[in-house]
């Protein structure tokens, strides 16, 4: 089937309601037999039905992945890496079926998907190195033992991920998690059950892995509360990896701290994008539309702040709207789409009040600011300044926020005005200098002369502040998903005092 009949078939979404969702091994339905339905946000209609689960089924899941978890873990590391491989091959063998579900189940435009299809092999591919990676050393000691430290597994891994990259976002919690032999219960956003895990869990049944290692929960967001509580507080849970929004990863954080478990949380940010007086600025304007527009400003990574030199000023706002107005709103399983509607009414009515309230308080609008349904116009506004609201606040809208400093130091001081810090990107001419500015600013990573929106598989991915704790990403998420353990063995060297 074509990827064009695919964008139409509605059977590539409708078999999941019969089918369930994966529990040690087996597709079932919730135990009380609810399901809840899943909406295409361009089109307004239903796309998908799914299980409902409850705290119950998170338990049940709980224990099959505890059940499979040492057998998983005494697998030789070469079969885990082979079995992770696999896993990559499926999801570039079913590409188009992901790039049409991505579509219409998170409303991102059709080159957005092909992206995250693109990428999400190589996460499996690059826990697959990981799991050749060294897990321990030798150390010396003063009474001639043989002392070892070794990195073990933690157990069973609850990955939390979100709506905006769903393929994505759940693979990374997953990969490197696995590959060290930990079991996942995965529980998708209730916005993207689909392409966040069920489809996903297909394609680790096509490609051999064992019952039990991963499993997957869906539910409502009537029912998101009682089901997270199980996969944080249920004690063969060990370790969380949580995507989403600051409240929410705050609140897992200080439940899981309690409980002596590990989390690692990726939350909300303000991201920067500094243009300094020496910048390229069609560069940097290609950067800042991007950064601020891309999958409608829904993604973390996203460019709040666009922070120019004063003296560029007016150059740059009318570039930038000239650019912006290219941009094109509509379908987007159209390839000359590029902006696609808000995930749902409940979000596009926050970007809303947030651009209105902003408007109030003084800022000027200075391109788009309507909506139609959920598709919302990129919008470009000027004159924020510390004491309003939209300063400080995340939009995850289509909302490009341009800011005017007075130099490099300003500029500086605008961009760590946050109670958040995960990317920042810094446009100038020089390199010296672009590094010597981004060491100042207080994020997780930060780029020079790119967007601010980038990734990779094997560097440490998360921030600083309230954008959250812990890293994902190659040897760090190695870190993140074990425990350190020190061996010795006695050879006669030493005497007690008895």
Known sequence: M?????????????????????????????HDGKTFEVMNPATGRVWSEVADASRQDAAAAISAASKAQPAWAALPFTERAILLNRVADVLERRRDEFIAALTAECGGW????????????????????EAYSAMGETLRSESHKVSQVERSPLGVISVISPWNVPLLLSSRGLGVALAVGNTIVLKPSEETPVTGGLMLAEVFEEAGMPPGVLNVVTCSRDRVA???????????????????????????????????????????????????????????????RFGAFFHQGQICMATEKIIVDR??????????????????????????NQIGPIINQKQVEAVDRRLAQAIEQGVTLEHGGKRD????????????????????????????????ADGEDESIALANNSEYGLSASVMTRDEARGLRVAHRIESGMAHVNDTTIYDEPTVPFGGVKNSGMGRHGGRWSVETFTQTRWLTIERGGRKTPF
Not at 18 to 24: N, S, T
Not at 120 to 126: L, S
Not at 380 to 404: K, Q, R, S, W, Y
């Open 2 to 30: 074509s990827l064009d009949e695919l964008m139409k078939d509605q059977k590539l979404s409708a078999r999941f309601a019969k089918k369930g969702m994966p529990i040690g091994g087996e597709w079932v339905q919730a």
């Open 110 to 129: 059709v080159r957005k998907s092909m992206f995250e299809i693109t990428y999400a092999p190589t996460v499996y591919r690059a826990a697959a190195a």
């Open 226 to 288: 009682e089901v997270g509580d199980e996969l944080v507080i249920n004690p063969l849970v060990k370790a969380i990896s949580f995507t989403g929004s600051t409240a929410v990863g705050k609140n897992i954080a200080a439940t899981a701290g309690g409980l002596l478990k590990k989390a690692c949380v990726e939350l909300g940010s303000k991201d920067s994008l500094l243009v300094l007086d020496d910048a390229d600025l069609d560069r940097a304007i290609s950067a800042a």
């Open 311 to 336: 003296s560029r000023a007016d150059e740059f706002l009318t570039k930038f709207i000239a650019a912006t107005n290219e941009l094109k709103l509509g379908d987007p399983t159209k390839m000359e």
């Open 373 to 404: 349904g959920l598709f919302f116009e990129p919008t470009v506004i000027t004159g924020a300044t510390p004491d309003m609201n939209i300063f400080h606040e995340e939009v995850f809208g289509p909302v490009a926020n341009i800011i005017f």
